[in-house]
Each structure stands twice: as C-alpha cells, then as structure tokens.
C-alpha cells in the first residue's frame, strides 16, 4: 500500500513537472527561420484552435470549450495558451491534466502550453512545431459558439484564405472635431476583427511576431504598455499584406459571457455578472490611443473596412399574422 501511494506521488509530481515545464522546453527563438514549416505540408482542411487563457475563475468553462473544439471533425488539434504567472503550478497541472483527458474522447488533442510571459503579443507567437494548418482561430476564454456557425465561418475563410473571417467586428474612425483616430462601432461597416473568434491564416502569426524590423517591434511594445490592442495591430498587419478588410459572418449562436452588456453570470461556470460598466468607454478611450499610435508609428493606416454580413442560409423576410402575432412568414 505505502508502495502504491509512493508510486502515486511520484507519477503526480512527474506530471506536474512536464506538464508546466512543456513550453519551456521548446525552441528558445520561435521566429527562426530554419525552425518554420514548410507551408506545403500544412493541412487546408482542419484549423488549430489557439484558446487564450488567463482567469482561474474561468478555467471550467475554457475545459468546456476545448473539449467542444476537439470534438470537431475540423479542429486538427487544440493549444491552450496560459498567459497568468500567478498561476499555483498545481492548479496547471490539474488543468493539464484535465484537457488531456477531454482530448481522448474527441479527434484532436488539447494540450496546455504556458505562455513564455503575460504579453498578449504571445498569443501570436508562431509555435512552428504544434501548428500543422494553414488556418488557425484564434479564440477567447469566455466565448461559445455552436458548431454550425463555427463550421460555416471555417468554410468561408476556405475561399478567403488571406483574410480574417469571424462573428465580432468594431470599426476605426475619424474624429472631425478633434482630428483624431477613434475606436467604434458602426452600424453598416468594420474594419477591425476581434479576437474572440478569429480564423486568420497562420502565417499571419509569423508577419505579426518575427517580421516589421523596428517599427513591429515598437508596436508590440505599445501593446505590452497599453496590456491591450493586440487584435487591433494584428489588423494592422493583415490589412497591410492584403489591402483588405476582414469579413464578418453571421452566428447562429454565439454566447460572449464576458460582455459587459451581460445582465448576470452563469452558475454552471462560476462566472459573476458583470453588467454595464461605465469602464467601456474608458476602454474605447485606450483602443483609439492605440490606433493613433501604431499609425505614428507605421506611418499610415492600412485598415480597409468591410461591408456587410456573409449568412448561412436565406430564408423568406416577410412578415405574415400568425395567431395574432408577426412573425416571418416561413415559421
């Protein structure tokens, strides 16, 4: 007996170690060149699932969502990206633990990668020896989205490829009164992709992380500063490469539960209300600072907006009186 609890701890322990330790062990300099893959051997018809995570509080619902992703015939395999420090290493392991035991019972494999540091720049890094696809989504903690709009948005960067395909859009602006960028939201057009579900090409990783001399350099930086703005100068990059704005698809279902405009939490994941904050404009504040500095430092702005909504299907638009209601005519 006192053999097998021994055997025990020691097996708990080893797994501890590899697994916290995993990411430490990789190439120290991901934007080597001779270290990348050769694109001809990258699959088009599967995507790796890059889940950014960070809150304890949320660790439940991001094993429920990587286990969801593995379970798709699409997915190739799932990377959880830990970008929290503070993190106890026994709460990593029981995590690691955790999602690879999800993994065995879909077709892909979920494995916890712990970020180098808390830069949100890392979640871009290029990770040449676990990307085996031309596309990745790049996804949140805290979003849900069924299958059906997960496989149509898939399908339609198929026929995309150099352009970020996803469900949640916010636009640049000019501020005529005062002669600024700003960050908004627009009713009929976008520009700027969010990373809450974003299908980009994955060599975009590689342009975002490795390429730009100085000035990439520098705008990384004012995203490490602001802790905020990743998704915008990855926009930055791709609409520079392509001259392009992103394409916004519809979602059947897409459940954000760290939206502000939440009236409360979810018991099944622990996770509080949040509300209306008055912090959202603060935060629209911060992400147009960003924008009007990655253009100082780029020297110009190479966002294009898009327009419109790409939709699963077309069904009839009219309205008809059916028990005394309005209601589309073909329900």
Known sequence: MEMNR???????????????NASRTRSADPCNPSAQRDPRTLRSDKVTVLINGYSESRIPLLQSLAATYAASPLVSSVLVLWGNPSTPAQTLARLAQNLSLSSSFGAASVSLVRQPSSSLNARFLPRPSSIGTHAVLICDDDVEVDQR??????????SNQDRPIGFFVRSHDLDLSRKEWIYTVHPDKYS?????????????????SCEGGPRMGEMRRIVDGMRNCEDILMNFVVADETNAGPILVGAERARDYGDARNDGGDERWGLKGVGLSSRRGEHRKRRGECIRE????????PLRYGYGKVVNSVGEQ??????????????
Do not use: N
């Not at 969010?194 to 590689?206: A, E, P, V």
């Open 192 to 208: 700027i992709m969010l990373t809450k579900f974003m299908i980009l090409k994955s060599d975009y990783l590689y342009k975002y």
């Open 294 to 301: 990655f253009h100082r430092v780029m020297g110009r702005l």
């Open 149 to 158: 709009s997960f496989e149509f948005a898939f399908r339609i960067w198929g």
């Open 6 to 20: 021994v055997l025990t701890v020691f097996v708990f322990l080893f797994f501890l170690f590899f697994s916290v």
């Open 318 to 331: 009219g309205m008809c009186e059916k028990g005394g209601r309005l209601v589309l005519c073909d329900q």
